[in-house]
């Protein structure tokens, strides 16, 4: 059922948001619906709404790479209406519906000090028997490097050899993330605090965390991608959390 379930999603971002297809969100059960963007209204009425709106600005949807872990899809998407973003999308299924809805949105931003932008690189999911062992490391990596500020143990994680980073302010050389971390005494750019969970399929992995750059309240979608037990790419977005008068449902963002 997992390529059913990507086609439907697909179907939802695609056509609902290029052409406002009210059809596309019949993959929504409205009756279990939780939506946790908190700018978006409630169930499949909510979204419908919100699809037939993005309409009118006659948007672009692209649909990078997208993945199944059991009853999670998670998608890695391109979106222009009236402006460019970069977005994690990731929707939980129950049967044939999917009743859960996170999301990440970044405005796209110029290459970064390597070159890369944020969306290009590999797509091509391999190694599903790898898919434990993997999701094993990234929250390992999470845990020790990027909450607990071990930056010592970068190199344990990440192939410095074969790296590439698509974060628009970092770059292949683990230096910046390095410095960007800081330390556990000395404030920081990037400060992770809770690790919400792990999505994997095969040598794809998306991590959710919760934290402050910048002194600001933000949401870390990381995708890496893995090769012999190491990180050898990595992708991400960073949303701020919107103050709470400004959500349109409760869910809250995670």
């Known amino acids: 059922m997992s390529n059913e379930r990507k086609q439907w999603i697909h179907d939802l971002l695609k056509k609902g948001i290029e052409n406002g297809d ?75 519906k999917t009743v859960e809805h996170w999301d990440n949105l970044q405005l796209r931003q110029p290459l970064n000090a390597s070159g890369r932008s944020m969306t290009d690189g590999l797509t091509e999911v391999s190694h599903l028997e790898q898919t434990e062992t993997n999701r094993r490391i990234i929250e390992r990596f999470i845990d020790d490097v990027m909450i607990n500020k071990n930056t010592e143990a970068l190199t344990d994680y990440i192939d410095t050899n074969h790296y590439h980073e698509h974060s628009p ?40 965390c919760e934290g402050f750059r910048k002194g600001e309240h933000s949401a870390f979608y990381d995708l890496f991608r893995i090769e012999s037990g190491k990180i050898v790419e990595h992708w991400d977005t960073v949303e701020a959390v919107p103050p709470r ?3 349109n449902n409760e869910n809250g963002k995670f």
Do not use: M
């Not at 009118?56 to 222009?80: C, K, M, Q, W």
């Not at 302010?169 to 683990?174: A, I, Q, R, T, Y």
């Not at 993330?177 to 095969?202: C, F």
């Open 169 to 208: 302010e970092l770059g292949d050389d683990v230096a910046l993330l390095k410095a960007a971390l800081g330390t556990a005494d000395n404030p920081s750019t990037l400060h992770y605090e809770t690790h919400y969970r792990t999505l994997a399929e095969g040598n794809f992995v998306l991590s959710v």
């Open 22 to 96: 009210a059809e596309a969100v019949a993959v929504v059960d409205e009756s279990q619906y939780v939506q946790h963007n908190p700018l978006t209204k409630e169930g499949g009425i909510g979204l419908a709404e919100l699809f037939a709106r993005l309409a009118l600005t006659n948007p672009h949807v692209e649909i990078i790479r997208i993945f199944s872990d059991g009853d999670y899809i998670f998608a890695h998407t391109e979106y222009d209406f009236s402006s460019e973003k970069i977005c994690f999308e990731v929707f939980r299924f129950e049967g044939d």
């Open 245 to 247: 008068d400004e959500w």
